[in-house]
């Protein structure tokens, strides 16, 4: 049985040092193995990890208060190309005022707040907000429908909904809807004064409220009120992406979302012990900063844990200023990367797949560091960013950095050090060995606490020893590193299960049989393709098909090319759907969802 990776070295985990050291204790009734110094830190020189958000927001701002800290879009209806730049403290003290308001209006630790919208300051800022307040975070995911937005909203029950101004024109016409479901009122952060009348008469501006008191504000700032709030208090709600049905809540404790604090920088000093360095080395680098601020290019929204547990968090641990965009394009990318002098790319592969092979991109540029996750990157991905810049260092977000990841670019890689995993049998759940091919089950610190306001997903998910079922389907080899064949269509980090396109498509009685496979994309890394077979006597048209799809399905999930076959299961190695067993079968992928950051 091989449930551990065996290639961590031990002086990085243990106590000689004290940089990474791994204990057990019980969390929720179960032993799990946990990140040791989780404490707020006493001086700049500590090490240990932040207790909550809160922590890491407020020691952030205090040690870079006057760097930049974001670069943003001004929110429409301002010029297209509008930009600003906050820093730590400009951010901080606009999230404090924003903290006042929502505090005499009784939000306290613990309650529920939902945050819409894109990237932006404003986003950023209403989270700071947030997370002063030790309020839990209901992170909506700016891509879906407002039929999802709604099913959102009312299983978690917020009692505020912070949003943007484009959110706004979606939610704001559904405001009695969301009433009568138990969601509190809708405020946007910006002018809606450009939105249709329905939207605006569901929608407050938030500049239009009344500032809270002077002692309000102090009072937060000085920590009041704030008894319960813990490592393992509840951080915020994330939600997947919703295949068969509607999305889930993931709901997150500081403890998990936090832990990249340790495993980020554990990863590297890793990656430099294998690339020939001395711990002594790797000790000092570790510990020394930069000589000039980073700069990273946040592509991938905030609502994500990719970025919020990865990008943003590290901006407070180590000072880093993001650039964000308002919507991804590559010239634009390009021209934000050399004015801001961004030297720190990652995201989805497809992000720093385009941006490689742009030929806007000066030919003398230079990248010191590339992070990538949230779908698979093209094998080669590795070996070219390092032929091109021989001194960056890729890496998957929470897998392989520098040498093991070039020569192994299809594997995920190693657990942290705080996870264990394990291959089952999908019958028997019997534990299977090395390079036996079965379920992928996890647990540790920084996985979900569990699908909020879902019981019986939590009873289907997580066992009573802790063991989350992935859904996905892999093995571990001889050196610990776990692998995942590809299982589903990942369009630019959107995971997309097959079921969830042959669902939708074969309720179209035309259809005799559908399959959903990945087409490639040189941006998005992943199209979706369909191929069908008809039922007899029926005659219908590629497009009419692609039309069916598009009313029915969520945006990524869209097919843009339909092949129609005339025996479609002679003509694929794969299982196409047929339409009178996949009416059955509506919720057999729905658990290969975010279970941890």
């Known amino acids: 049985m091989n449930t551990t990776s065996t290639k961590w070295v031990p002086s990085l985990t243990n106590d000689e040092y004290g940089m990474f050291p791994v204990e057990e204790m019980v969390l929720a009734g179960r032993r799990q193995k946990v990140y040791k110094n989780v404490s707020p830190p006493t001086s700049t020189a500590d090490n240990q990890l932040p207790k909550t958000f809160r922590h890491l927001l407020r020691e952030g701002t205090r040690k870079f208060a006057d760097r930049v800290v974001v670069s943003s879009p001004i929110p429409l209806p301002a010029d297209f190309y509008a930009r600003e730049e906050l820093t730590f403290q400009q951010v901080y003290d606009r999230a404090l005022a924003l903290a006042g308001i ?28 947030l997370q002063l307040l030790g309020v839990n975070g209901v992170l909506l995911n700016a891509t879906l429908t407002p039929e999802a937005q709604v099913h959102c909203l009312a299983l978690t029950g917020p009692k505020f909904v912070l949003v ?16 009568s479901k138990g969601v509190g009122p809708i405020w946007c952060w910006s002018s809606v004064k450009h939105l249709p009348a329905a939207a605006q008469a569901g929608v407050q501006e938030i500049s239009s409220l009344k500032p809270a008191a002077a002692q309000t504000v102090r009072d937060i700032d000085a ?94 641990a180590s000072g880093i200023k993001s650039v964000f965009m308002r919507r991804w394009s590559v010239p634009e990318a390009v021209k934000l990367i050399v004015a801001n002098n961004v030297q720190f790319l990652g995201g989805v592969p ?35 960013l390092v032929k091109r810049w021989p001194g960056a260092m890729p890496a998957m977000h929470v897998g ?6 070039v020569s192994k670019p299809e594997a995920v890689g190693p657990p942290m050090p705080i996870n264990e995993i394990r291959i089952v049998d999908p019958e028997t759940r019997a534990v299977l060995p090395t390079r036996g091919f079965g379920i992928i089950e996890a647990r540790g610190s920084n996985m979900m606490k569990g699908y909020y306001n879902n019981p019986k997903a939590n009873i289907e998910t997580i066992n009573e020893d802790g063991w989350l079922d992935t859904g996905d389907m892999g093995f571990i080899d001889e050196d610990g590193d776990l692998w995942i064949p590809k299982d589903m269509i990942i369009r630019g980090g959107e995971n997309i299960a097959s079921a969830e396109v042959e ?28 191929a069908v077979e008809l039922a ?30 005339d025996e479609l299961r002679k003509s694929t190695g794969a299982s196409p759907t047929d339409p009178s067993t996949r009416r059955d079968e509506q919720g057999a992928q729905e658990r290969g969802q975010e279970g941890s950051p």
């Open 102 to 129: 929502l505090r005499e209006r009784g939000v306290k630790v613990g309650d529920k707040v939902a945050l819409g919208g894109n990237n932006s300051a404003d986003w950023v800022i209403a989270f700071v907000a």
């Open 164 to 179: 943007e101004e484009a959110m706004a024109g979606e939610i704001g016409p559904l405001a009695d809807e969301l009433k």
């Open 223 to 316: 920590g009041t009120s704030l008894e319960g709030l813990e490592a393992d208090s509840d951080a915020f709600i994330a939600f997947t992406s919703g295949t068969t049905s509607m999305p889930k809540g993931v709901l997150l404790s500081h403890r998990a979302a936090l832990h990249m604090l340790q495993t980020s920088p554990l990863i590297m000093a890793r990656a430099l012990l294998r690339n020939g360095r001395t711990l002594d080395e790797v000790m000092e680098l570790m510990n020394t900063p930069p000589p000039q601020q980073p700069c990273h290019l946040m592509a991938t929204p905030l609502f994500h844990v990719t970025a919020l547990c990865g990008g943003f968090i590290a901006q407070y």
């Open 350 to 384: 497809a992000v720093v797949q385009s941006v490689l092979q742009s030929p806007d991109l000066p030919k003398d540029w230079v990248f010191n560091r590339f992070s990538y996750g949230g779908a698979p990157p093209p094998t080669r991905l590795a070996g070219d």
């Open 400 to 405: 392989f950095c520098g040498p093991d990841y």
């Open 503 to 530: 669902y939708v498509v074969s309720q179209d009685e035309r259809m005799a049989c559908v399959a959903a496979v990945a087409v490639p994309d040189d941006v998005l890394g992943e199209l979706v393709g369909i």
């Open 536 to 565: 007899p006597g029926q005659v219908v048209s590629p497009q009419e098909i692609i039309d069916f799809a598009d009313a029915r399905l969520r945006y990524p999930a869209r097919p843009v090319i339909c092949v129609v076959f």
